[in-house]
């Protein structure tokens, strides 16, 4: 039974700064003002916070699957230790195929199954279209942050993740 809400974060672009390359050393990576406020108002409001992310350089042979792991456990430390899980994609096209890799689902999926969490109760967060695709293929909500998309979405569009909380998730939790 689904019982936990979450809240599903991609990384590049929503927790550290998009570099416009590959991201892998703990140097170059920048985390976004506001990320801790916005992870300690979403864990008080109980929400289990995961991150979900395409890492293609690995695939790619720029860096190795340890390397996204002190990039994440620096990233922890930084954060008061607030983010529950990270689920990685170390695919690309160029060398493989996976259902893993956003715009597919798999690594929300295998959340999902794994924290028992209810997607209706649930959010995406990303600077991306595959990553409100791979949310909407399985029935969480998408915000979009950032400037990287410039279409216009349907999906509701923040500045950075604290906007986003703010204005779409904690503005909903306490209505209901």
Known sequence: MSSNKCVFLDRDGVLNKERG???FQIDEFEIIDGVKDALNLLKHSGYLLIVITN????????????DVMICH?????????????????????????????KPDSLMIEKAIAKW????????????????????????????????????????????????????YILSRSNVS
């Open 116 to 167: 028992s969490i209810d997607p209706s109760l649930s959010y995406m967060i990303g600077d991306s279209l595959r990553d409100l695709e791979a949310s909407e293929k399985v029935g969480v909500k998408g915000i979009l942050v950032g400037e990287k998309e410039k279409a216009n979405f349907t999906a509701p569009k923040a500045q950075n993740l604290l906007d986003a909380v703010k204005k």
């Open 55 to 66: 890492q293609a350089g690995i695939a790619k042979g720029r860096y190795e699957k340890e």
């Open 21 to 23: 390359d590959y991201t």
């Open 73 to 101: 456990n620096y990233l922890q430390a930084e954060t008061g230790g607030l983010i529950d899980d990270i689920f990685f994609s170390p695919h690309h096209p160029i060398t493989t195929e996976s259902l893993l890799r």
